[in-house]
């Protein structure tokens, strides 16, 4: 097996899928990229188990299929202090000794058994296909990230919850205190499907993403997914479980209705919030008809700050409290001018909408729950 | 003896209320006054919380068994005591202290710390500590003690001495000569099991405790010996302290017969966990540890715990308390004893949860909590926590020998 590659290109690539690669692998042999030739091109493999990302390189000049597989680190290590220049691999698939040839030295690993690194899962007959736009598959991602849970006890939360049906895609990530739901009605599937895409492959695409210029072709069955990107390629193990009904818990009836400007509703927060209890953060709202006021204090160290923003406010006066940095990560999430808080009670969960629509076919909903105040 | 010679010249008194719980009762009473009365609980299993100095002279003392006490001294008066207006007239005390001392710490319900370092400049620490002892007496009308000295352990030993309704005050140059006389019962860390072991050791007197190696009493005790030795030595550096954020918060009971109905037990610990967490949301509070206590009737004690997320709210508490009931009650044997704690404690309130805590429960705990706010904690409680006290109540009536609770002395540290 002998391949000639640009230092430069191997290192984008290697570094593209090296972010797969876990530090505490139960196999030895995931600490390896897996090199694969065939014909003219090569396809290199980084993988925990769980996610597999696989990338694709064509060469001019390559002889013999094979597999191989090397050492991550080294890798890395030595192809980062390369200016551009041609590198020479010249592989002995008996002995797996790995040589690289540049300009001026030569450099010998030992590599390992491509056949010992584990085979891809393959997709059930009847799996589901389609095609996302890059910018869709984007935006679902980047708007749903952040509201994930960490919670060991409910692994479905830990991911982001991807519905389709032939009206619609949805995007949805909660983590039982805050929840987004993003749908976009310019995508329609044939059938109604869903699947729960994990944390780390979520993230994987997300740095993917922004580089791409064509559709993803997604294909899914209830275990795995695969995406199919340019130059890449994502296979990831799906979070098994029933996402819970999580339309159920959005209150419908939200009479109060408070429209402000986003970006003084974020500072203002942001000021604030200094001044909240370290271990709850809780920030309380008071509205009225045409102000809020947004305070917090903290008695433990006799601390306390009240501010008030002009809002258009619908709706009878109340006080609910929210965990600060919630709120804030909510308002950063959000793009347009004004936003929309609509609340019900002090006990119910408050929605939090972009008062003006970005794009004609997405639908944007935050919600956060209240904390328990005056109790 | 170095650290003799280093240690700073502070001015710390120590109060101490006579008699607190007794004081409390006469105030409402007067006929109680000058009679023999002992506090504690009603049943016979419960123990004297407080005890007046008339009784003490049958032998009566506080942490003594009920029954026995009532047999040494017959024709004392019994009262049950009320913890809600012993805290009441505590906190009374606390803000005519807080008023005028410089530093101080609360101890426990009857006890304050004070440092009045410097306060020698106006008209001597002895004639301030005396002004604030007759202030104390004419505005809350109960009686206190006070000892002054350089730390907190001799200032504890002298009102110990100066007891009852007195004051000492024990100078740099004499804490030694009046430490040294003493029985090593009056250091305060010194227990029945310490003061047993001790006196096996031929130890009598405070003296005698110093003239032992420290090395020895190390090797005795562990850490503690070295701090008995030191404090034998008039030697104390913990600070007046004056706030100490609570850690953990507890109860506990005590039956009157051993039982192992498990039915009754688990209504008790509901009872009990529901009384708790109305406590821990009053004071803004959650808890991420709660942990569960048997007593076998054999005095095995043992308890189990578990981490969980930060809460305040009765179901999730509730449901750990079970189940670490259920795992830690494994021997068939009898329980004389049963307790729950919360602690790691943060101040804060609860984040409600989008899938689990409904509108309805929410308001159902703020309604719950502002009832018992205005009509004491247990004017509204879970039936499944209710059906102990319904049979306690229906066995009042057909057996006169009923399971309550003793009076619990919380000490806040």
């Given at each position: 097996m002998r391949f000639v590659v640009s230092s430069t290109e191997l290192l984008k690539h290697l570094n593209a899928i090296?972010?797969?690669?876990?530090?505490?692998?139960?196999?030895?042999?995931?600490d390896n990229f897996l090199f694969k030739i065939e014909g003219t091109t090569l396809l290199i493999t980084a993988s925990d188990l769980e996610t597999t990302l696989i990338t694709k390189i064509d060469l001019e000049n390559s002889a013999a299929d094979g597999l191989i597989a090397v050492q991550a680190k080294i890798m890395l290590d030595t192809l980062?202090?390369?200016?551009?220049q041609p590198l020479t691999f010249n592989i002995?698939?008996?002995?797996?000794a790995v040589e690289i040839l540049s300009a001026n030295g030569k450099f010998s690993i030992v590599g390992h058994n491509g056949e010992d690194f584990p085979a891809l899962p393959s997709l059930a007959e009847n799996h589901n296909a389609l095609n996302l736009p890059h910018d869709l598959l984007l935006a679902g991602i980047n708007k749903t990230l952040f509201a994930t849970a960490d919670d060991e006890l409910r692994p479905v939360m830990n991911g982001i919850f991807v519905e389709l049906s032939t009206e619609e895609i949805a995007f949805v990530a909660s983590d039982a205190h805050k929840l987004v739901r993003y749908k976009r009605n310019d995508v329609k599937y044939t059938d109604k499907a869903s699947f729960i895409l994990p944390k780390k492959p979520a993230s994987l695409l997300k740095s993917l993403l922004p580089r791409e210029d064509s559709d993803v072709k997604l294909e899914f069955d209830d275990k795995n997914a695969f995406f199919t990107l340019n130059g890449f390629k994502l296979v990831c193990r799906l979070v098994e479980g029933k996402y819970p009904a999580y339309n159920s818990v959005i209150?419908?009836?939200?009479?109060n209705e408070l429209v402000i400007d986003r970006v003084d509703f974020f500072t203002t927060l942001k000021r604030v919030s200094v001044?909240?209890?370290?271990?709850?953060?809780l920030v309380r709202l008071k509205l009225n008809p045409s102000e809020l006021i947004v305070s917090a204090q903290d008695i433990d160290f006799a601390i306390s700050a009240v501010e008030t923003i002009k809002c258009e406010y619908e709706g009878q006066s109340m006080e609910i409290g929210f965990k600060s940095t919630f709120l804030v990560e909510i308002l950063s999430n959000l793009s347009s001018e004004h936003v929309k808080l609509k609340l019900s009670d002090p006990s119910r969960a408050g929605l939090l909408l972009?008062?003006?629509?970005?794009?004609?076919?997405e639908d944007v909903l935050m919600l956060l729950m209240p904390m328990m105040i005056n109790a | 003896m170095q650290e003799i010679g280093q240690q700073s010249n502070k001015t710390i008194v120590h109060y101490d209320l006579d008699t607190f719980f007794v004081s409390v009762e006469r105030l409402q009473?007067?006929?109680?006054?000058g009679k023999p009365v002992i506090i504690g609980g009603?049943?016979?299993r419960g123990v004297v919380a407080s005890c007046s100095y008339e009784s003490r002279l049958f032998g009566v003392r506080s942490g003594m068994p009920m029954k026995l006490a009532r047999r040494l001294c017959p024709e004392s008066f019994l009262i049950r005591g009320d913890m809600e207006r012993y805290s009441h007239y505590s906190n009374v005390v606390t803000q005519i202290i807080a008023e005028r001392a410089p530093l101080y710490e609360k101890?426990?319900?009857?006890e304050h710390y004070l440092?009045?370092?410097?306060?020698?400049?106006?008209?001597?620490c002895m004639k301030w500590a005396q002004e604030l002892r007759h202030t104390i007496v004419k505005e809350s009308g109960l009686p206190i003690s006070f000892g002054l000295s350089v730390n907190k352990t001799v200032s504890k030993i002298a009102t110990g001495e100066a007891k009852p309704s007195g004051e000492k005050e024990v100078p740099q140059g004499v804490v030694r000569p009046f430490l040294n006389?003493?029985?090593?019962?009056?250091?305060?860390?010194?227990?029945a099991k310490t003061y047993y072991l001790l006196r096996s050791m031929g130890i009598e007197t405070i003296q005698m405790l110093t003239e032992i190696p420290m090395e020895m009493m190390q090797q005795v005790l562990g850490e503690n010996g070295t701090l008995m030795w030191k404090k034998a030595h008039g030697i104390d550096n913990t600070p007046v302290k004056p706030y100490s954020e609570q850690k953990s918060m507890s109860t506990e009971r005590t039956f009157e017969h051993d039982t192992t109905d498990v039915y009754f037990l688990e209504q008790l610990l509901v009872g009990m966990t529901e009384k708790l967490a109305f406590q821990l949301r009053k004071q803004q509070k959650m808890t991420s540890c709660i942990t569960v206590k048997i007593k076998y009737s054999n005095f095995d004690t043992h308890s189990q715990q578990l981490r969980i997320p930060y809460t305040q709210f009765d179901h999730t508490l509730l449901e750990t308390a079970k189940d670490l009931f259920r795992k830690l009650y494994q021997r068939r044997m009898l329980i004389r004893l049963i307790g729950v704690r919360f602690s790691h404690l943060v101040s804060g309130t609860q984040q409600l949860?989008?899938?689990?805590?409904t509108s309805e429960r929410v308001r159902l705990y703020q309604s719950m909590d502002q009832i018992r706010s205005r009509f004491g904690s247990s004017a509204i409680r879970r039936a499944s926590g209710l059906a102990v006290r319904q049979a306690i109540d229906e066995m009042k009536m057909t057996a006169p020998s009923i399971p309550s609770s003793p009076l619990v002395i919380n000490r806040r540290y």
């Amino acid at each position: 097996m002998r391949f000639v590659v640009s230092s430069t290109e191997l290192l984008k690539h290697l570094n593209a899928i090296s972010r797969v690669i876990s530090s505490k692998n139960t196999l030895p042999i995931l600490d390896n990229f897996l090199f694969k030739i065939e014909g003219t091109t090569l396809l290199i493999t980084a993988s925990d188990l769980e996610t597999t990302l696989i990338t694709k390189i064509d060469l001019e000049n390559s002889a013999a299929d094979g597999l191989i597989a090397v050492q991550a680190k080294i890798m890395l290590d030595t192809l980062k202090e390369f200016p551009e220049q041609p590198l020479t691999f010249n592989i002995d698939l008996e002995t797996f000794a790995v040589e690289i040839l540049s300009a001026n030295g030569k450099f010998s690993i030992v590599g390992h058994n491509g056949e010992d690194f584990p085979a891809l899962p393959s997709l059930a007959e009847n799996h589901n296909a389609l095609n996302l736009p890059h910018d869709l598959l984007l935006a679902g991602i980047n708007k749903t990230l952040f509201a994930t849970a960490d919670d060991e006890l409910r692994p479905v939360m830990n991911g982001i919850f991807v519905e389709l049906s032939t009206e619609e895609i949805a995007f949805v990530a909660s983590d039982a205190h805050k929840l987004v739901r993003y749908k976009r009605n310019d995508v329609k599937y044939t059938d109604k499907a869903s699947f729960i895409l994990p944390k780390k492959p979520a993230s994987l695409l997300k740095s993917l993403l922004p580089r791409e210029d064509s559709d993803v072709k997604l294909e899914f069955d209830d275990k795995n997914a695969f995406f199919t990107l340019n130059g890449f390629k994502l296979v990831c193990r799906l979070v098994e479980g029933k996402y819970p009904a999580y339309n159920s818990v959005i209150p419908t009836n939200n009479p109060n209705e408070l429209v402000i400007d986003r970006v003084d509703f974020f500072t203002t927060l942001k000021r604030v919030s200094v001044f909240a209890n370290q271990a709850s953060n809780l920030v309380r709202l008071k509205l009225n008809p045409s102000e809020l006021i947004v305070s917090a204090q903290d008695i433990d160290f006799a601390i306390s700050a009240v501010e008030t923003i002009k809002c258009e406010y619908e709706g009878q006066s109340m006080e609910i409290g929210f965990k600060s940095t919630f709120l804030v990560e909510i308002l950063s999430n959000l793009s347009s001018e004004h936003v929309k808080l609509k609340l019900s009670d002090p006990s119910r969960a408050g929605l939090l909408l972009p008062a003006e629509k970005e794009l004609e076919y997405e639908d944007v909903l935050m919600l956060l729950m209240p904390m328990m105040i005056n109790a | 003896m170095q650290e003799i010679g280093q240690q700073s010249n502070k001015t710390i008194v120590h109060y101490d209320l006579d008699t607190f719980f007794v004081s409390v009762e006469r105030l409402q009473n007067s006929q109680l006054i000058g009679k023999p009365v002992i506090i504690g609980g009603g049943s016979d299993r419960g123990v004297v919380a407080s005890c007046s100095y008339e009784s003490r002279l049958f032998g009566v003392r506080s942490g003594m068994p009920m029954k026995l006490a009532r047999r040494l001294c017959p024709e004392s008066f019994l009262i049950r005591g009320d913890m809600e207006r012993y805290s009441h007239y505590s906190n009374v005390v606390t803000q005519i202290i807080a008023e005028r001392a410089p530093l101080y710490e609360k101890a426990s319900i009857d006890e304050h710390y004070l440092d009045i370092t410097g306060m020698d400049r106006f008209f001597g620490c002895m004639k301030w500590a005396q002004e604030l002892r007759h202030t104390i007496v004419k505005e809350s009308g109960l009686p206190i003690s006070f000892g002054l000295s350089v730390n907190k352990t001799v200032s504890k030993i002298a009102t110990g001495e100066a007891k009852p309704s007195g004051e000492k005050e024990v100078p740099q140059g004499v804490v030694r000569p009046f430490l040294n006389p003493l029985s090593i019962r009056k250091i305060p860390m010194v227990g029945a099991k310490t003061y047993y072991l001790l006196r096996s050791m031929g130890i009598e007197t405070i003296q005698m405790l110093t003239e032992i190696p420290m090395e020895m009493m190390q090797q005795v005790l562990g850490e503690n010996g070295t701090l008995m030795w030191k404090k034998a030595h008039g030697i104390d550096n913990t600070p007046v302290k004056p706030y100490s954020e609570q850690k953990s918060m507890s109860t506990e009971r005590t039956f009157e017969h051993d039982t192992t109905d498990v039915y009754f037990l688990e209504q008790l610990l509901v009872g009990m966990t529901e009384k708790l967490a109305f406590q821990l949301r009053k004071q803004q509070k959650m808890t991420s540890c709660i942990t569960v206590k048997i007593k076998y009737s054999n005095f095995d004690t043992h308890s189990q715990q578990l981490r969980i997320p930060y809460t305040q709210f009765d179901h999730t508490l509730l449901e750990t308390a079970k189940d670490l009931f259920r795992k830690l009650y494994q021997r068939r044997m009898l329980i004389r004893l049963i307790g729950v704690r919360f602690s790691h404690l943060v101040s804060g309130t609860q984040q409600l949860d989008l899938f689990e805590d409904t509108s309805e429960r929410v308001r159902l705990y703020q309604s719950m909590d502002q009832i018992r706010s205005r009509f004491g904690s247990s004017a509204i409680r879970r039936a499944s926590g209710l059906a102990v006290r319904q049979a306690i109540d229906e066995m009042k009536m057909t057996a006169p020998s009923i399971p309550s609770s003793p009076l619990v002395i919380n000490r806040r540290y």
